[in-house]
């Protein structure tokens, strides 16, 4: 449930849903992005779920912070129409040319290589949200011992494809972009398509994926 | 076929063709994008007999260089720009906020824009374009919407799909003014910041630097302390954010925004001083003054007032 709503600038309202970081108060998150979007409100202009917050901007041309606040505030929830988790399996090379972090990651986390990708790919990840650029999944959760913080320095270019981890994070790298995170592989697999404007994300937020290690003669021929 | 085209001699800087941007995308990770300066788009459109949302070339600093060929057609461009067409062996200095006529053979040089950023040009009708989400909007960072997500090049051709005939000679006095004090209403980690860290973003100068573009315009500074932590949760932003990342000098969201940030938000710019922060200048000083969410509502009022007001003398 939102714990506190206020405004963000004079056109956003800033839904916080608690400090905690759980997959149960981020489907909550999801459950109040849906029933949003599927009300239409006037004047809302974009809706942004994430860990623990919805932020939901609109057009003061139509609607301000009071009136919207009311709305939201007397929404209601419809807890049957549950989210719909797609599942995904997503290949990945971890070749020494796409594990560009994980020497760093054995230093930092003092576990060795084959350790950290066995728990990688043991785990089912759940995607939190998508976005800072387009696309981009945010999944999780690592396993304890294989949370380190971003590189000091941020990559100007991170290549397309590239699986970074963060603290409890994994994310894809949906086109070439800037970023900090500990690149472990690459997927030949297209995340995001923006001609299909329907559906131009492969992982949308309640999604459940799985990484599946595959070899680089694998990764040179994939067709999807 | 069209015969309609322009030729671009030179691209200029940043030239894209922007709308009124798309909604309802952020949750996709696809930021707002459109025209920087919201109402000389409008005023631009306006200018030439256009529907309000029809596409317009934006451009940075220096604009592009044009060859018209085709059927006669109006054109007008907003902000604060030195232009010259030439008609022959004319040469004509070009003023904004008022229409011209481009016949075949005609050069529109839009030399550059005068202590602002962004300007706009419109023409009466409608440029050939591709559509992404309902919007013609350039986002070159995402490569998404027309000339394939890229800016303008030089030597590519800009056809025309259609020219509405509206020839009339329109014109309005109005002139921009640069912001200094620009109004902010605080962020939702306001408190993260020493006292001395928010005097400091209320009372000092900051310095726009030239790290920046579509995406954010950075500052600098006296560093603003954080004293509680300098990341959190990854969250939603809206553009007119202010974040400060650990360096301590801010940064401002603007239109092409990356759509989730970990940075605390110190401050949020008002919609009413959008427009004129996105026509800061790299080296402009420039302050931060405090306004509370009644204020700023009302500010937005007037600007909204005034803008329809222009709009109606045209």
Redesign the interface.
């Known amino acids: 449930m939102i714990k506190n709503i ?7 309202l ?1 839904c916080d849903f608690g400090k905690e ?1 759980n997959k149960d108060i981020n489907t909550q998150v999801i459950k109040y ?1 849906k029933t949003i ?1 599927k009300k239409n409100i006037s004047g809302v ?11 939901i ?1 609109f057009d ?2 139509k609607i ?2 009071n009136k919207l606040k009311k709305i939201i505030d007397n929404i209601e929830i419809i807890d049957g129409d549950s989210i719909q988790n797609k599942k995904f399996e997503i290949p990945v090379c971890c070749e020494k040319e796409f594990s560009l972090d994980i020497k760093r990651l054995e230093e930092k986390l003092k576990i060795k290589e084959e350790k950290i990708y066995e728990s990688f790919f043991e785990k089912e990840f759940f995607c939190y ?8 999944p ?1 999944l999780g959760d690592l396993d304890e011992n294989l949370r380190a913080k971003r590189l000091d320095t941020p990559r100007v270019k991170v290549p397309k494809g590239s699986i970074g981890l963060t603290e409890q994070f994994a994310n894809i790298y ?2 070439e ?1 800037p970023g900090g995170w500990n690149i472990i592989g690459n997927t030949p697999l297209n995340i ?1 398509d ?1 001609t299909k ?1 329907k559906e ?2 492969l992982i ?2 309640g999604d459940l994926i799985i990484f599946k290690r595959i070899t680089k003669e694998k990764y040179q021929n994939y067709h999807e | 076929m069209n015969k309609n085209y322009f030729e671009i001699i030179r691209a200029g800087i940043n030239s894209t063709f922007q709308d009124l941007g798309r ?8 930021p ?1 994008s459109g025209a920087m300066d919201n109402r000389n788009y409008l005023l631009a459109n306006k200018l030439v007999g256009n529907d309000y949302d029809d596409p317009v070339i934006e451009f940075a600093y220096q604009g592009p260089h044009l060859k018209y060929h085709g059927d006669k057609i109006n054109i007008a461009i907003t902000g604060d720009v030195s232009f010259k067409i030439k008609n022959g062996d004319n040469l004509i200095d070009g003023e904004c906020y008022q229409s011209f006529i481009l016949e075949n053979g005609d050069e529109l040089d839009i030399i550059s824009t005068n202590k602002s950023v962004y300007g706009y040009l419109a023409i009466s009708g409608t440029f050939d374009l591709k559509f ?2 309902s919007s013609c909007s350039t986002n070159t ?4 919407g027309s000339n394939n ?1 890229e800016k303008l090049s030089d030597n590519q051709k800009i056809t025309i799909k259609e020219i509405n005939n509206n020839f009339v000679n329109r014109k309005l006095n109005y002139v921009n003014t640069k912001i200094e004090n620009i109004r902010v ?1 605080k ?2 980690n306001f408190n993260y910041f020493s006292e001395e860290g928010k005097k400091i973003f209320f009372k000092n100068e900051f310095k726009v630097s030239k790290l920046s573009d579509r995406m954010g315009m950075r500052l600098e500074g006296k560093k603003i302390e954080n004293i509680v932590d300098t990341n959190i ?6 553009k ?2 202010i974040q400060v990342p650990a360096d301590g000098n801010p940064i401002i969201m603007l239109s092409d925004h ?4 970990g940075y605390p ?1 110190i401050g ?4 009413a001083d959008y427009d004129k922060l996105v026509q800061l200048t790299p080296g402009s000083k420039v302050k931060f003054q405090e306004v509370d ?1 009644n204020s ?2 009302t500010l ?1 009022k007037l600007y ?1 007032l005034e803008t329809q007001n222009l709009i109606s003398q045209i």
């Open positions: 206020s405004n963000l600038g004079d056109a956003a800033y970081v992005f979007q202009n974009n809706i942004t779920p994430s860990y623990n917050k919805l932020i901007s003061l041309k301000n912070f949200m998508t976005g800072f650029i387009a696309g981009m945010f949906t086109f972009s995001f923006s404007e131009p994300n949308n937020p | 909604n309802n995308l952020y949750h996709i990770g696809v707002f992404q989400w960072k995402a490569k998404i997500g209403i962020g939702t949760r990854s969250e939603g932003l809206i007119g954010v990356g759509t989730i940030g938000k949020v710019v008002v919609s969410l700023a509502e937005f909204d």
